[in-house]
């Protein structure tokens, strides 16, 4: 059982930025691959980008690409996700996740945990 907790979300002005920060708890958090998804108003939960056990590689969506950033911190369980250059199509609820594998996958039902969430709003 890994325990997933988001925060760092908020409002933001387009063009801003954002840290979001994922503290994962109990499973083994340096052997899992970890992800970030997000919903939307109205739409479905969507790919966001992923990251390997080890930060080695990572995955981005085209329409964040150049402007969020993945990283990992293992020996503080921790993932973050650095937004910048936020734009109002960017609004949605952030989610953490994590796979039972050191390799990532961009499908978001081939993860095994998550987290509630956090609201990120970016106005115009």
């Known amino acids: 059982q890994v325990q997933l907790v988001e925060s760092g979300g908020g409002l933001v002005q387009a063009g801003g930025s954002l840290r979001l920060s994922c503290a994962a708890s109990g499973r083994s958090f340096s052997g899992n691959a970890m992800g970030w998804f997000r919903q939307a108003p109205g739409k479905e939960r969507e790919f966001v980008t992923t990251?390997?056990?080890?930060?080695?590689?990572?995955n981005y969506a085209d329409s964040v690409k150049g402007r969020f950033t993945i990283s990992r911190d293992n020996a503080k369980n921790t993932v973050y996700l650095q937004m910048n250059s936020l734009k109002p199509e960017d609004t949605a609820v952030y989610y953490c996740?994590?796979?039972?594998?050191?390799?990532?996958?961009?499908?978001?039902?081939?993860?095994?945990?998550w987290g509630q969430g956090t609201q990120v709003t970016v106005s115009s």
């Open positions: 996740a994590a796979r039972i594998s050191r390799i990532a996958t961009t499908l978001l039902y081939e993860y095994d945990y």
């Open positions: 990251i390997n056990w080890s930060g080695s590689s990572t």
